[in-house]
């Protein structure tokens, strides 16, 4: 499958956030090359001008750091969220640094920062979360299975990779959660156990859009998964598995 990198010039980099707890988002980038087959974010193609699918294109906000640090003079201190609509390191941040250079503008304005990703490109940057007062890292994983992983997201990093980021953090005194979400079909005691010795919390999401992958459950053996009380069972033992670090969202 070819990729489409564009590089484009924005107006805003910083929005408000409906998310309860969180006051506003940035997203550097348009569109994500993980790719998920379930992605929520999907929608933001018909805004984008692509013709590629999802997980094809990336546009890069290249001016988006200069705009973020004249956004944040002036509106008042919030937390924000990086990010709800892209994965800030997905592979091409490695490169492009929009992530690492809005974290720099927080850095300076001492913003609240919550970051949300599924790659340990993210231990890059721990040396800019320990200049912020107020960080948390969240690394969402969704299977102990990288069967499952593979098949629903297929160009997202490893779980153990994941894993891996989740320790480093913790080792580095960096407060990190675990976001359980979407729930995709897992050994929940075997995650809760790989998970617990390095979080903080971990949020538990169920599959809010189950019909965009039935086919995907249907064909690999996985119908039970699409049985609302099948998984309200599987997110009553991962509470459990979890001792009180676990939280629905
Ligand atoms: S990592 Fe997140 S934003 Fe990127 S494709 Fe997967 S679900 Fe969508």
Redo the contacts with the bound molecule.
């Keep these: 499958m070819s990729f489409v990198l564009r590089q484009i010039q924005v107006k805003s980099l910083l929005s408000k956030s409906g998310i309860e707890g969180i006051d506003y988002c940035v997203n550097p980038y348009v569109g994500?090359s993980?790719?998920?087959r379930?992605?929520?974010?999907?929608f933001m193609k018909r805004f984008s001008g692509h013709q590629e699918p999802w997980?094809a294109f990336v546009d890069a906000k290249v001016n988006g750091p200069s705009v973020l640090e004249r956004q944040l003079s002036k509106v008042p201190r919030g937390i924000v969220l990086m990010s709800t609509?892209?994965?800030p390191y997905?592979p091409l941040e490695k490169n492009q640094r929009l992530t690492r250079a809005c974290l720099e503008v927080l850095s300076r304005h001492n913003f609240p920062l919550h970051v949300l990703t599924?790659s340990p490109l993210v231990v890059r940057d721990i040396d800019l979360f320990s200049t912020l007062s107020l960080v948390e890292v969240g690394v969402t994983l969704t299977t102990d299975d990288e069967k499952v992983r593979r098949l629903f997201?297929p160009h997202?990093p490893p779980i153990p990779e994941r894993i891996g980021a989740l320790q480093r953090l913790s080792q580095e005194g960096i407060k990190a959660y675990a976001f359980l979400g979407p729930m995709l079909p897992m050994e929940p005691e075997r995650l809760a156990g790989m998970i617990a010795p390095y979080v903080s919390s971990v949020l538990i999401d169920r599959m809010n859009y189950p019909w965009k992958t039935a086919t995907l459950y249907r064909r690999n053996g996985f119908s039970p998964w699409l049985n609302r009380d099948f998984v309200m069972d599987i997110e009553d033992r991962l509470l459990k598995a979890l001792d009180g670090k676990g939280r629905l969202v």
Aim: with cysteine.
């Design positions: 994500c993980h790719g998920c379930y992605c929520y974010a999907a997980g609509v892209t994965d997905q599924k997201e997202a």
